[in-house]
T-cell receptor
Framework: NAGVMQNPRHLVRRRGQEARLRCSPMKGHSHVYWYRQLPEEGLKFMVYLQKENIIDESGMPKERFSAEFPKEGPSILRIQQVVRGDSAAYFC???????????????FGNGTRLTVT | AQKVTQAQTEISVVEKEDVTLDCVYETRDTTYYLFWYKQPPSGELVFLIRRNSFDEQNEISGRYSWNFQKSTSSFNFTITASQVVDSAVYFCALSARQTGANNLFFGTGTRLTVIP
């Protein structure tokens, strides 16, 4: 049973370009969470999605960032017009049912390391 | 609001020494979970343990042990007989039921270096 798969592992973008990060949840999981880890910091929650729905986006920056989890295919975290401050590791996690991030351990993917030059 | 403090930024120990990583948390919620994750140099996050707020029993798993004390809001992690492979950044995290149930609050991590 494959774990949470994220790609690409490393992504380099120039300022102003768009970054698309993909996350395929574990098989049977319909809930996805995105976290961001800035250099030398802990992870910070960004957004929680269910298939075709955004459940909690309280941690998402108001501009340039968006996330989706379509009925078919991976979840996508999209960053438009990237700036240097967006350079970070972006982690995705999945769970089988709502609220399970509270009462079951979140298993994370290996992350995508975004570098903005 | 939830908060997790890992006051030790970096720790170095010599192989086979014991080491304790401190974690202090803040929450007004009476129902919550605490976690430890390991992030080795390769960058992935490895889940180590989860404890709920109603279970203060200490836990031991091989060379790892955890000491949960609600009276001091601490959830400390001890590695006995440390090994070079234990070198990593260790994160403590908190998830509360009423506030941020979908959202883990992480500390800033403790970088452990085990010197051979």
């Amino acid at each position: 049973n494959a774990g949470v798969m994220q790609n690409p592992r490393h992504l380099v973008r120039r300022r102003g370009q768009e970054a698309r990060l993909r996350c395929s949840p574990m098989k049977g999981h319909s809930h996805v969470y995105w976290y961001r880890q800035l250099p030398e910091e802990g992870l910070k929650f960004m957004v929680y999605l269910q298939k075709e729905n955004i459940i909690d986006e309280s941690g998402m920056p108001k501009e340039r960032f968006s996330a989706e989890f379509p009925k078919e295919g991976p979840s996508i975290l999209r960053i438009q017009q990237v700036v240097r401050g967006d350079s970070a590791a972006y982690f995705c996690a999945s769970s089988p049912f709502q609220g399970s991030s509270y009462n079951s351990p979140l298993h994370f993917g290996n992350g995508t390391r975004l570098t903005v030059t | 609001a939830q908060k997790v403090t890992q006051a030790q930024t970096e720790i170095s120990v010599v192989e086979k020494e014991d080491v304790t990583l401190d974690c202090v948390y803040e929450t007004r919620d009476t129902t919550y979970y605490l976690f430890w994750y390991k992030q080795p140099p390769s960058g992935e996050l490895v889940f180590l343990i989860r404890r709920n707020s109603f279970d203060e029993q200490n836990e031991i798993s091989g060379r790892y042990s955890w000491n949960f004390q609600k009276s001091t809001s601490s959830f400390n992690f001890t590695i006995t007989a440390s090994q070079v492979v234990d070198s990593a950044v260790y994160f403590c995290a908190l998830s509360a039921r009423q506030t941020g149930a979908n959202n883990l609050f992480f500390g800033t991590g403790t970088r452990l270096t085990v010197i051979p």
